[in-house]
DNA sequence: GCAGTGACTAGTA
DNA sequence: ATACTAGCCACTG
C-alpha cells in the first residue's frame, strides 16, 4: 500500500460526503478502512492538489471544530464555505455534529 | 535511522 | 465544561 494509494483511499470517501454534512478525521479513516489514521487524513488533504474538486472544508476534528491552525489562509474559508450550505457554528466556533455529521446508513438512497 | 512535527483522538483530572 | 496527557503514524530534516 503505496502513500498515494492511501491518499487516493480518503479522496474517494471525502468526495461522497453529500452538500451540508460534514465527516471527522477519525470517521474519514474508518471509513477507508484505516483506522487510528485520523492525522494521516488531514495530512492528505494538506497535500493534496487543489484541482480534485475536493469537499475539504467538510472535514473536521471529532470536537465539531476546524482543525486548521488559525491564521492561516484556509481556516476562514472553510468555516464561510460550510456557512455557505447552511451548517451553523455557535460562539465557540463548534458545529453540532449531532445535527450535521454525515452518516452513510442514513443518507443512503436518494 | 533518529527526532521533531502535525488539518487527530480518547482518556484522565 | 476545560486542560493536559499519552497514543497515534506518515512526513521531514
Known amino acids: ?5 492511501l491518499y487516493a483511499r480518503f479522496y474517494e470517501i471525502i468526495q461522497k460526503i453529500p452538500y451540508g454534512r ?3 478525521y477519525g470517521q ?6 484505516f483506522p487510528g489514521y485520523a492525522r ?3 495530512y492528505a488533504l494538506n497535500a493534496s492538489p ?3 474538486d475536493l469537499p475539504w472544508h467538510r ?3 471529532a470536537r465539531g471544530m476546524i482543525s486548521i491552525k488559525s491564521g492561516g489562509p484556509y481556516a476562514n474559508v472553510q468555516r464561510l464555505l460550510l456557512e455557505a450550505e447552511g451548517i451553523e457554528f455557535d460562539q465557540k466556533n463548534r458545529l453540532s455534529l449531532k445535527k450535521y455529521r454525515w ?3 442514513i ?3 436518494s
Do not use: H
Open 59 to 61: 472535514v473536521i476534528n
Open 40 to 42: 494521516q487524513v488531514g
Open 107 to 109: 443518507s443512503r438512497g
Open 28 to 33: 474519514i479513516a474508518e471509513m477507508a478502512g
Open 1 to 5: 500500500m503505496s502513500r498515494s494509494d
Open 50 to 52: 487543489g484541482d480534485l
Open 103 to 105: 452518516d452513510p446508513e
Open 22 to 24: 460534514v465527516a471527522t
